[in-house]
């Protein structure tokens, strides 16, 4: 038989718009020993998340638990557990993962109309606001943050309009939950799914969601107590909705499994869970404000210094995801060499990106855990010397310059505070 | 704010049917530092992955990966990806997993059939054989094990009959991989769907499954390129297959991701995969012979000890599930009474079951890392203790001696191998 070595990874740098590195503490809750899912313990575990959820995402939704999944789990759980065959879904497209939304919807039986806007913009919310009008959907599902554009779609308007009109506007927030406001009950968000591994900064593997009783009120509509757990006593609820498509992301299932109730669905996968309750306790340790704080700087300082060494961002500056970077890759230069060089000599990795903009754009991110000065520092040092080594001539020395200087005005205002 | 404090679980001996211990090694693995999911590193452990899950299976089938979520995300996966609206699915059922396979199968759109044996016992093959003539299903989807009532179907027969008419064959052996023999090429299963948090002993939240090119030629009569994925220049594929109704669960998808194509679709779940590889790689340095014989000498021992101490088991002996003892709950015992003191004085976490059998029978696992003399041992003794305390009378002491009988006839016949 083969033998199989042991695990020994190497020590990254990871500055790619997730998964990002892990606060050491995220990893130690981790190599916990387990405890069984109806233990008590275990369970007031649970309950202690869903109030961590629930902070994260401002919001008082009762509903504010992780699906056991990577963060496209939620996405598909939400959608799967709302949408009937036929229903009418506007997406508004900006970026690779509105496609995504798209697609799932569609593969849950929805009459999806898009509205698609350049890639490196976003949409002004009166245009999507137009299309609701014109199109009369009953759920708008679409994008906070834009990993494959670097963009960020203002939603307050289009929240208020889909409340107002009895919409349900259902929100991806994979990208921005932990690392930029998310702010889901002031601006009216009936469902919002997130994720770990970018600024919760809590490996890939759980998706975070919240829902408001609009959203139940759907889910209870469609609701099918499992066969094999039914009482016999008990007939069938009655509702009037059809059967959500899913057994694995039904929402109406699982929460029951995450009430009082606890009625057995899944095994919660006990590890992540001590992961989730471990990263979002340090992150409401730091405190949302200051979080947001640091992942500005940061931003601000690596984009000057990208700009420093001569590069050029693309896409809107005005609505720039502030935690994910994009940068034109310079005519004659190799992104992919540039790439696996900093890989294999700095130990470095950064994105390249999807569909039109592949080998077109490099992404930094600047996320959680990963979101700091040294990083930030090293990657620009690190691109410069790269570049300068596959032939590309910039003014040598200036990128960390441009970036210190960004972080001695912010280091002082943060003393002065 | 309200302060969370740190995490700091109880150390439990769980000896439930799932989740059950973890080996520490499998913990540490756990809280190693990410590595990004296209890192030359990364994909090489999950090629690594892929060839320690075929050894466990017993396969050579290449497709042989983890899906991202827990034990029944993997039975919606393979189900959602063949089932094609209206295909006929028949699911002999022996006990509450049997259900939730009609249930998923129904959510998949399928015209399911079901035959259904009583609870505790098996089916003769011949009655599925003569059922699998009558129905001619195009699929038929069953449990392997049975963890809601501790008994485990042979499936030899069967999968002989199913490749003889061509019909495709999907068994669930989350309860059994691992910890009994799942020859998957030899007994002609055409896909078969793994739990990591049973027998393999690695925390919930992966879902290794393994399925052959006949399941493939399906998933691929039905596969679509990504929205936002696709290059513009390929038109969609020439199939004609209906789209599957999950992007999540798309094993055509999925299996790109795990290809040397490594086309994007979740992002892999790092940690998990950690801890897979690592308990897959304990479980083969154990050997799966030796393995299997470890899991039956301390069912033996559990066994000869309930008996020991008066206490009758629920099911059929015969087609007894090695890794899972039923024990019919004495008249005049409260069950839950029972299960509260284990936990709360000693610490140690037994079962109880569901639907027909709720109150009925405890169900004590002995899988994986759970599965050890000390265990059992400790297990029965606390039982008898318990039991005492309620008011049960029991020829006291009879139990471990009945248990330790059966040890030193088995340690003694190891010693002489």
């Known amino acids: 038989m083969k033998k199989y070595k042991e695990l020994n990874p190497s020590l990254r740098t990871i500055m790619t718009p997730g998964p990002v590195e892990v606060d050491p503490r995220v990893l130690r809750a ?28 401002q919001t008082n939704n009762q509903w504010s638990y992780p699906v056991d999944g990577t963060s496209r789990s939620g996405l598909e759980a939400v959608l799967v557990s709302i949408i009937q065959p036929g229903d009418k879904v506007l997406v508004p497209i900006y970026g690779r993962f509105g496609h995504l939304l798209v697609e799932i919807a569609e593969r849950c039986g929805a009459d999806v ?43 307050a308007e289009i929240g208020r309009t889909c ?18 406001p998310v702010e889901t009950d002031n601006w009216m968000l009936d469902a919002v799914m997130g994720g770990t591994q970018k600024c919760i900064s809590v490996p890939s593997g759980m998706a975070p969601i919240t829902y408001n009783d ?11 107590v499992e066969r094999g757990l039914r009482d016999p006593a008990n007939v069938e609820l009655a509702n009037d909705g059809q059967m959500i498509r899913s057994n694995y992301f039904d929402l109406s299932q699982i929460q029951d499994y995450w009430s009082a109730a606890r009625l057995n669905h899944h095994t919660e ?53 502030t935690c994910v970077t994009c ?91």
């Open 163 to 180: 409340r107002e009109l009895d919409i349900l506007l259902v929100v991806d927030a994979v990208a921005t939950i932990g690392g930029v």
């Open 269 to 321: 996968a006990t590890s992540m869970l001590y992961a989730l309750h471990e990263g979002l306790r340090i992150l409401l340790e730091e405190g949302l404000e200051a979080r947001f704080l640091r992942h500005e700087h940061n931003a601000r300082a690596l984009v000057q210094g990208i700009k420093g060494m001569g590069l050029t961002l693309f896409g809107n500056e005005e609505s720039k995801l």
């Open 327 to 417: 940068i034109n890759i310079p005519e004659g230069i190799d992104g992919e060499a540039v790439r696996s060089r900093l890989l294999h000599d700095f130990g470095i990795e950064i994105a390249s990106s999807f569909g039109p903009l592949k080998g077109k754009i490099w992404r930094i991110g600047t996320m959680g855990f990963s979101c700091n000065q040294k990083n930030v520092l090293h990657t620009l040092g690190a691109l410069e010397a790269v570049l300068i080594r596959e032939g590309y001539r910039l003014p040598a020395g200036e990128a960390v310059q441009a970036a210190l200087d960004v972080y001695s005005v912010v280091n002082k205002e943060e003393i002065s505070c």
């Open 30 to 57: 981790m190599s916990f020993p387990i405890l069984g899912q109806f233990d008590p313990e275990f369970t007031s575990l649970m309950n202690e998340t869903m109030e961590l959820v629930r902070e994260v995402f």
């Open 214 to 224: 609009r959203i139940e009120r759907k889910l209870l509509s469609r609701k099918r």
């Open 113 to 155: 109309v898009h509205i698609e806007t350049e890639w490196g913009g976003v949409f002004d919310p009166e245009t999507v606001i137009e299309a609701i009008h014109e199109h009369k959907p009953g759920i708008v599902a679409m994008v906070h943050g834009e990993t494959s554009t670097g963009q960020m779609q203002p939603l």
